[in-house]
């Protein structure tokens, strides 16, 4: 075991008696989503998680160590304090771990700590991936690179709307990274169930994904899965009444000079301004959704003979 992780009992226990475990990110809740619904939406994706007889593990970093599995009062520290925790990708995590630093974990160092800890799925909202303009801004997330390297497979509800996602495809493809549409031939746009763009391969239950999971790594195929998952039809925005939206917030992040890791949080904060909420509505009902299949998975995953 990696000296710097922290696991919680609950979660030891499941990993050592090969009970599903589900990782969670934390960057969502400091800075995806504003008080109080960030912290509903973390306590009801675990909920979600062990209605399914799943265990939950959502990972940060308290006082340089990484924590695998948060209490009710360090999820709701989290959401309450936000924007003043810092935002860690993988790069940032020496900093942290040496300086005894506290921290959100985004899906690239969620990915990377979950793998340490020997857990194989994770349950996120949306992906990082290549921003729009990126030719310009040299601006991919980190969540690409990881992908390459830490198995673990990732629920999303395909990547933020918010990027160019046909280079975000590109990208994933170079890096060898299976993009697995679940139950849908589409890649998903956040927000809305299709991008207009195809998933390279399509799955439609958690034993093929299991069982895809399993190859995968039993190849010595190192790296993740992308586990694209659209939001279900209800709350669903059709991508011609939110697609002008993100680019008038993208313009204005770069009129504002907005860079680095703040690019991501000012576009989601000037679309839920701007749909007057309807954008969160549907942030938390895909985060929901997607942690339902991500135990769904972690279920079928464990039970693989
Ligand atoms: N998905 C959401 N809300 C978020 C994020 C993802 O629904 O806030 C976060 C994730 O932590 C993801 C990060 O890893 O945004 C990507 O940030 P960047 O583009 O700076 O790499
Ligand atoms: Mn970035």
């Not at 998680?49 to 990972?59: F, M, Q, S, W």
């Not at 391969?201 to 190192?222: E, F, H, I, N």
């Not at 991501?264 to 997607?290: D, M, Q």
């Amino acid at each position: 075991m990696n000296r710097f992780l922290n696991i919680a009992p609950e979660v030891i226990e499941a990993i050592q008696e090969n009970r599903p475990v589900v990782a969670l990110e934390s960057t969502i809740i400091a800075h995806g989503m504003a008080f109080p619904q960030n912290a509903e939406t973390a306590f009801a994706v675990e909920k979600i998680i062990r209605n399914e007889g799943g265990v939950p593990a959502t990972i940060a970093v308290r006082a340089g160590k990484l924590k695998v599995g948060l209490s009710q009062t360090e999820i709701e520290t989290l959401a309450r304090n936000g924007a003043s925790i810092p935002k860690l990708s993988t790069r940032d995590l020496p900093h942290a771990v040496a300086l005894e630093r506290d921290g959100a974990t985004t899906v690239a160092s969620t990915m990377r700590i979950a793998a340490l800890a020997g857990i194989r799925v994770f349950a996120t909202g949306g992906i990082g991936g290549v921003h729009r303009g990126a030719a310009e801004t040299f601006d991919i997330s980190a969540d690409l690179g990881e992908m390459a390297q830490s198995n673990v497979a990732v629920v999303t509800a395909g990547a933020k709307a918010i990027l160019d996602l046909a280079l975000t495809i590109e990208r994933l493809e170079t890096l060898g990274v299976p993009v697995i549409g679940y139950g849908t031939d589409d890649f998903p746009a956040f927000y809305s169930r299709s991008s207009g763009l195809k998933c390279p391969m399509r799955v439609d239950d958690a034993q093929d994904m299991a069982r895809l999971m399993r190859a995968k790594w039993d190849l010595g195929l190192a790296g993740g899965i992308v586990v694209a998952n659209p939001i279900p039809a209800e709350y669903e925005i059709a991508a011609y009444e939110i697609t002008p939206l993100i680019e008038k917030a993208v313009a204005e992040a770069r009129d504002e000079k907005i860079d680095g890791r703040d690019v991501t949080p000012f576009l989601l904060a000037r679309l839920a301004r701007a749909t007057a909420g309807r954008s969160l509505a549907a942030n938390i009902e895909l985060v929901k959704n997607n942690a339902l299949v991500a135990a769904r998975i972690a279920k079928a995953y464990v039970e693989i003979p």
